[in-house]
């Protein structure tokens, strides 16, 4: 007599690719709260990057520079067009405007010793300037952004430029976000704002509906500072090309492209992740659009958003880009997400404030909080003073030294006795993306897919 065949006591453990755990995490979350998440740090998915890039280092067609025995030059000119002081630094790497509120006014100070000694420049951020870091920089651009808070002109004048700020990179379209709990006296006395209360930015300026009213606020900024001060326009990469051709149609000295690398103090994730598009594709357009107006040589380029290493900063010049900026890579370096922070000469353990949080160090994203277990994206009179500024400042100077010698090492590679003189033919692409996005060769070919033939 046959028997039926037992049924199958398989349990599939398979994941479901367009429903895997984060998917599943994120709709739970979503139906218990009806909320949507807000984040600081930048984008955490992969993306094409400079990561996928090689250069072409000399070899017998090509003559390298010896070692450090021949100089290789970092000098650096922005503001060329207009401004009659253009600003002249040491190094191409800059830092990217980091408001006070978003940091703690030991941070800010810690920015602008650091820039200082390495001969760069820091930026304001939103909420306007603090004695901290005008006092501590050499060389510090002021930002005006949609929300004007703290704008001040006596403030503008005594900056050494101006930066209009169209968008971030992290959320092209959308304007900023000061969480009340970093809504300090101080915070709120500068930006006129109530104590405590969620501040958001508006996400375009007041006082324009157009490129052809910014080129007023342009002209207007140029009258209150005597043409002295060169004016750079920062946009969020997205329509990269047009956007750039109408920033320098404006009038802007230099032009700032944030790519959708660059981070945020705090940022709906859906923008963090979804909105703007990469570094590696934005350079290009930007380049492009400079070359296509002939103001190559006239408009300086500022390219920011996920650089973190002297080798993305050599690819961004060879590239085109005139300079960098970076504020992730910085906050890291004074210690963002590590498991300890530096007081009274000694390290102390940070994982039960990294726990409080509900993460552990190297996964923490949780700057819009306000209580940042080492002491940098946080307004609390106690947690900020696990950054001194003296700590902060050398280890932010040592990282932007070994940058700029990994810069020149690999232009010296390359046989270049200045960065700036690093171009397109020293560099190939690793991946098809890559290739088709900077519009280079892949490795090994002479293909650049959907320019030159199969």
């Given at each position: 007599?046959?028997?039926?065949?037992?049924?199958?006591?398989?349990?599939?453990?398979?994941?479901?690719?367009?429903?895997?755990?984060?998917?599943?995490?994120?709709?739970?979350?979503?139906?218990?709260?009806?909320?949507?998440?807000?984040?600081?740090?930048?984008?955490?998915?992969?993306l094409?990057?400079?990561?996928?890039?090689?250069?072409?280092?000399?070899?017998?067609?090509?003559?390298?520079?010896?070692?450090?025995?021949?100089?290789c030059?970092?000098k650096?000119?922005?503001?060329?067009?207009?401004?009659?002081?253009?600003?002249?630094?040491?190094?191409?790497?800059?830092?990217?405007?980091?408001?006070f509120?978003?940091?703690?006014?030991?941070?800010?100070?810690?920015?602008?010793?650091?820039?200082?000694?390495?001969?760069?420049?820091?930026?304001?951020g939103?909420?306007?300037?603090?004695?901290?870091?005008?006092?501590?920089?050499?060389?510090?651009?002021?930002?005006?952004?949609?929300s004007r808070?703290?704008?001040?002109?006596?403030?503008?004048?005594r900056?050494?430029?101006?930066?209009m700020?169209?968008?971030?990179?992290?959320?092209?379209?959308?304007?900023?976000?000061?969480?009340?709990?970093?809504?300090?006296?101080?915070?709120?006395?500068?930006?006129?704002?109530?104590?405590?209360?969620?501040?958001?930015?508006?996400?375009?300026?007041?006082?324009?509906?157009?490129?052809?009213?910014?080129?007023?606020?342009?002209?207007?900024?140029?009258?209150?500072?005597?043409?002295?001060?060169?004016?750079?326009?920062?946009?969020?990469?997205?329509?990269?090309?047009?956007?750039?051709?109408?920033?320098?149609?404006?009038?802007?000295?230099?032009?700032?492209?944030?790519?959708?690398?660059?981070?945020?103090?705090?940022?709906?994730?859906?923008?963090?992740?979804?909105?703007?598009?990469?570094?590696?594709?934005?350079?290009?357009?930007?380049?492009?659009?400079l070359?296509?107006?002939?103001?190559?040589?006239?408009?300086?380029?500022?390219?920011?958003?996920?650089?973190?290493?002297?080798?993305?900063v050599?690819?961004?010049?060879?590239?085109?880009?005139?300079?960098?900026?970076?504020?992730?890579?910085?906050?890291?370096?004074?210690?963002?997400?590590?498991?300890?922070?530096?007081?009274?000469?000694m390290?102390?353990?940070?994982d039960?404030?990294?726990?409080?949080?509900?993460?552990?160090?190297?996964?923490?994203?949780?700057?819009?909080?306000?209580?940042?277990?080492?002491?940098?994206?946080?307004?609390?009179?106690?947690?900020?003073?696990?950054?001194?500024?003296?700590?902060?400042?050398?280890?932010?100077?040592?990282?932007?030294?070994?940058?700029?010698?990994?810069?020149?090492?690999?232009?010296?590679?390359?046989?270049?006795?200045n960065?700036?003189?690093?171009?397109?033919?020293?560099?190939?692409a690793?991946?098809?993306?890559?290739?088709?996005?900077?519009?280079?060769?892949l490795?090994?070919t002479?293909?650049?897919?959907?320019?030159?033939?199969?």
């Open positions: 007599m046959e028997t039926k065949p037992e049924p199958l006591k398989h349990v599939s453990r398979e994941e479901s690719a367009g429903y895997d755990r984060k998917t599943l995490d994120y709709i739970r979350n979503a139906a218990a709260h009806g909320l949507y998440e807000i984040r600081g740090l930048g984008a955490k998915r992969k094409p990057s400079f990561d996928d890039l090689v250069f072409l280092g000399a070899s017998l067609s090509r003559y390298p520079l010896e070692g450090y025995r021949e100089k030059s970092t650096t000119l922005l503001g060329t067009r207009f401004a009659k002081k253009p600003v002249e630094l040491e190094i191409p790497i800059t830092i990217a405007g980091m408001s509120g978003s940091l703690s006014a030991n941070v800010k100070e810690a920015l602008g010793r650091a820039a200082s000694e390495m001969g760069t420049s820091t930026t304001t939103d909420g306007g300037m603090t004695q901290e870091e005008r006092l501590s920089s050499k060389t510090l651009v002021y930002q005006c952004l949609p808070y703290g704008f001040n002109p006596d403030d503008v004048r900056a050494d430029a101006i930066e700020v169209i968008g971030q990179g992290a959320k092209p379209g959308g304007g900023g976000m000061l969480l009340g709990q970093k809504v300090s006296p101080r915070v709120a006395g500068m930006r006129t704002l109530p104590e405590g209360i969620d501040q958001r930015s508006a996400s375009r300026h007041p006082d324009w509906t157009g490129p052809d009213d910014l080129a007023i606020k342009i002209h207007e900024l140029r009258e209150m500072t005597d043409w002295e001060k060169p004016i750079y326009v920062k946009v969020g990469a997205t329509r990269t090309f047009n956007d750039v051709k109408l920033a320098v149609h404006s009038g802007a000295d230099v032009v700032v492209v944030d790519g959708m690398q660059g981070g945020t103090a705090a940022t709906q994730t859906c923008f963090i992740e979804h909105v703007g598009i990469p570094t590696l594709a934005a350079v290009r357009q930007a380049v492009d659009a070359e296509d107006l002939n103001m190559k040589d006239q408009v300086q380029l500022i390219v920011s958003g996920g650089i973190r290493t002297g080798a993305d050599a690819k961004a010049l060879a590239m085109g880009a005139d300079a960098v900026s970076i504020g992730q890579g910085v906050l890291v370096a004074l210690g963002c997400n590590s498991e300890s922070y530096i007081q009274d000469g390290h102390h353990p940070a039960a404030g990294y726990a409080a949080l509900g993460t552990a160090a190297g996964f923490c994203h949780h700057c819009h909080t306000g209580k940042c277990p080492v002491g940098i994206t946080t307004q609390d009179v106690i947690l900020e003073q696990r950054l001194q500024p003296e700590v902060g400042a050398r280890r932010l100077r040592n990282y932007l030294k070994t940058l700029n010698m990994e810069l020149t090492t690999i232009a010296r590679a390359c046989g270049k006795q960065v700036h003189h690093l171009e397109r033919e020293d560099l190939v690793l991946t098809l993306e890559a290739a088709a996005m900077a519009r280079l060769p490795a090994g002479n293909w650049i897919p959907g320019v030159t033939g199969d």
